[in-house]
């Protein structure tokens, strides 16, 4: 909490604060605009719920306001199959075992879709 803290402290009042969080649900591999499998994202979300924990606390103190709320997607593209499962190798995040033999063939391009939440937090008047 100690550089949280820091930060809001080193912003103006009034000043704006961008909270930028992965959300559930697990992130989707998709093909064609066609759902191939699923991401196991619970090791990233496990980090980003304490994080937003410690953003809401500063909430609840006051000393940031939530001005605005966007949920949206973020996609990653991919060449093909082979690049994506690379890109995987030395993640917390996981491809299923039983997906990778699948995307190994996929010579198309492939997209890993995450939905993401911002947050515009504004810097409560230091009293």
């Given amino acids: 909490m100690d550089v949280l803290s820091n930060m809001v402290n080193a912003v103006r009042p009034e000043g704006a604060v961008l909270d930028l969080q ?7 591999v998709e093909v064609d605009d066609r759902f191939v499998c699923e991401v196991d994202g619970e090791p990233l979300f496990r ?33 093909d199959g082979a690049d994506l499962v690379d890109d995987f190798k030395d993640k917390e995040r996981q491809l299923p075992h039983d997906a990778i033999p699948i995307l190994l063939s996929i010579s198309r391009p492939c997209v890993v879709r995450e939905n993401c939440r911002l947050r515009r937090l504004g810097v409560a008047e230091k009293s």
């Avoid at 992965?22 to 989707?28: E, K, L, S």
């Avoid at 410690?54 to 996609?75: K, P, T």
């Fill in 22 to 28: 992965v959300i559930r649900p697990n992130p989707c």
């Fill in 47 to 79: 980090r980003a719920d304490a994080a937003t924990a410690a953003i809401d606390a500063l909430i609840r103190q006051g000393l940031l306001i939530e001005q605005v709320v966007d949920d949206h997607d973020v996609r990653k593209h991919y060449p």
